[in-house]
DNA sequence: CTCACATCCTGGATGC
DNA sequence: TGCATCCAGGATGTGA
């Protein structure tokens, strides 16, 4: 499921396909995703330039030369597939095959682009948890969706002091925090019980009672896992694959999540354990995360 | 306000 | 084998 690092592995490879690049044709197979798409959707994104492919928290931003960003989430299940038109392409660093006959035919093939790279880029959502709108770039951080959108964690205000100060007097168990997209944004089931793992905190301890010293190796450990699976390409746990269509293998490096019964990979006797916190897995090591 | 939980959706896995 | 149930989880809304 794309959290941060999938959503920006995602991002990287729309980026050669779009970024510089007229959307010429844009088709939707439905009414809606998550939420219905905005009125006139296809006309406002027709003809228009892609001025810069970015992302927030875990969407992805293309600006377009209209004012608008369109807006995209991946939802649980979103993917994108993106190929070169006429012949294989050298896009940045992705070389991007011709879409095979089948290509936007699945019954979850939501929306299809087409750009003058030229490229073709399929969403499939199968489960449809994803959505796409169109929001004014200038007020894009004043909208519904990003207006409570705490920092990104890879950014310089991402540090001790600041996980310290949203973390304080926080009943809540550090587990809900860190998932807490108001506190800090991107992070979600899988990279959260990785950092925590990590840092050998427990997920069940009261996100307001961790120690300062502790706070530091947090911060650090919510980085680092970051930056390893955006290094890796992101992962593809389950139905996601990156934009690519190349599996990234991040889920290979996993210490901890998906793990139960298994030993603990920090060297102690322990082993794995799951539990459910407000609903969602926890995977942790009960003796060494305290 | 803060936190827990149900809800949306689908298909793959599991159980009987 | 076939059918029913469970489960995954991001964001949001509801209710305690």
Do not use: W
């Amino acid at each position: 499921m794309p959290e941060l690092p999938e959503v920006e592995t995602v991002r990287l490879g729309l980026q050669p396909a779009m970024e510089g690049h007229v959307i010429t044709r844009v088709q939707t197979r439905r009414g809606d995703l998550r939420i219905p798409f905005p009125k006139d959707f296809v006309k406002r994104l027709e003809g228009r330039k892609v001025r810069h492919v970015r992302r927030r928290a875990k969407y992805i931003l293309a600006d377009l030369d209209s004012g608008e960003t369109l807006v995209i989430h991946l939802g649980m299940s979103g993917r994108m597939s993106v190929y070169s038109e006429g012949k294989p392409r050298k896009l940045g660093h992705y070389l991007y095959d011709v879409a095979p006959a089948t290509a936007g035919t699945d019954k979850h093939d939501h929306v299809v682009f087409e750009t003058d790279a030229p490229a073709k880029i399929i969403f499939n959502d199968h489960r449809r948890f994803g959505l796409m709108t169109l929001v004014d770039t200038a007020h894009l951080e004043d909208d519904k969706l990003f207006r409570d959108v705490g920092i990104e964690p890879l950014s310089d205000s991402f540090n001790t002091a600041y996980l310290a100060g949203v973390l304080e007097g926080k009943r809540a168990p550090i587990k809900a925090a860190l998932l807490d997209q108001r506190l800090i944004a991107g992070l979600g089931n899988i990279y959260v019980c990785e950092a925590l793992f990590r840092a050998k905190i427990s997920p069940k301890r009261l996100a307001g009672s961790i120690s300062r010293e502790r706070l530091a190796p947090l911060a650090a450990a919510i980085r680092k896992v970051l930056k390893d699976a955006i290094a890796a390409g992101g992962s593809t746990l389950r139905d996601h694959a990156q934009a690519t269509g190349d599996p990234g293998n991040f889920q290979h490096h996993f210490l901890v999540y998906g793990r139960e019964g298994k030993p603990c990979k920090l060297g102690c006797p322990g082993t794995v354990k799951r539990i459910v916190q407000s609903g969602r897995s926890t995977f942790y090591c009960p003796k060494c995360q305290t």
